[in-house]
């Protein structure tokens, strides 16, 4: 079935300095790529995704890119803030998929440090 | 406003109960889905729902289960066939296929006493 791999599995960065998350996805039927962050105690937010006919597409200090041949996509994020501590995931989904399931990577700790 | 509602935040079990997880949604959504979160294990599907009346097992079924009366609402049945239910579980509602629009809900946190 489906699997998406995401790493590292922790990141700290100091303030002001770019933070990159890298996954791979499985299946190549696959054509949507949302990213979420999690803060502590709660639920997963979108922040931003792609769809597979887009190589890229950014919204402030954030940016996603996809590389389909490879079976991968990447969240950039520039000029970290404190704020921006969180567990990031990534995930993946095909419209083939029944349910429209999106699966998940393992996640992504990202730390900033002021 | 439209949104996702899981409760309780907290619940606490003991050993050979069953509990039940609320999760309600007014984002006029068809499908639903539950989450189980374990630490530096993401998220994985226990049980979806595309439609009213109809659901389907995810990757990590056993010892749990659902029902979609309604379509606001997907409430998930911890058993004590489930051995280890301690984790933080994510209900989560899309408008349907290709996993657009997936609004997940603030988690309740499960821990056996």
Redesign the interface.
């Given at each position: 079935g489906e699997n998406v791999e995401?790493h590292p599995?922790t990141l700290s960065v100091q303030e002001g300095d770019s933070a990159v998350i890298k996954c791979t996805y499985s299946d190549s039927a696959s054509?949507?790529f949302?990213w979420?962050k999690q803060e502590l105690?709660?639920?997963?937010?979108?922040i931003i995704d792609i769809r597979s006919n887009v190589g890229e597409k950014k919204d402030q200090r954030i940016a996603v890119t996809l590389n389909k041949t490879a079976k991968h996509f990447s969240l950039h994020i520039t000029e970290t803030q404190p704020e921006d501590s969180a567990v990031y995931?990534c995930?993946?989904?095909?419209?083939y998929?029944?349910?429209?399931?999106?699966i998940?990577?393992?996640?992504t700790e990202l730390s900033v440090k002021p | 406003d439209g949104g996702i509602t899981q409760s309780p935040k907290y619940l606490f079990r003991k050993e050979g109960q069953n509990v039940t997880l609320s999760c309600e949604q007014n984002l006029n959504h068809d499908a639903m889905y539950w989450y189980r979160q374990d630490p530096g294990q993401g998220l994985r599907l226990i049980y979806y729902s595309q439609i009213v009346n109809d659901f389907q097992k995810g990757d990590i079924a056993e010892g749990y289960s659902v029902s979609r009366e309604k379509k606001e609402s997907f409430p998930l049945t911890v058993t004590s066939a489930q051995k280890n239910p301690t984790a933080f579980y994510l209900c989560a509602s899309s408008i349907g296929a290709g996993g657009y629009g997936y609004t997940f809900g603030s988690g309740t946190r499960l821990t056996v006493v």
């Open positions: 995401q599995s054509n949507y949302p979420y105690g709660k639920g997963p937010q979108l995931f995930a993946a989904s095909s419209l998929n029944q349910g429209g399931k999106l998940f990577g393992q996640g | -």
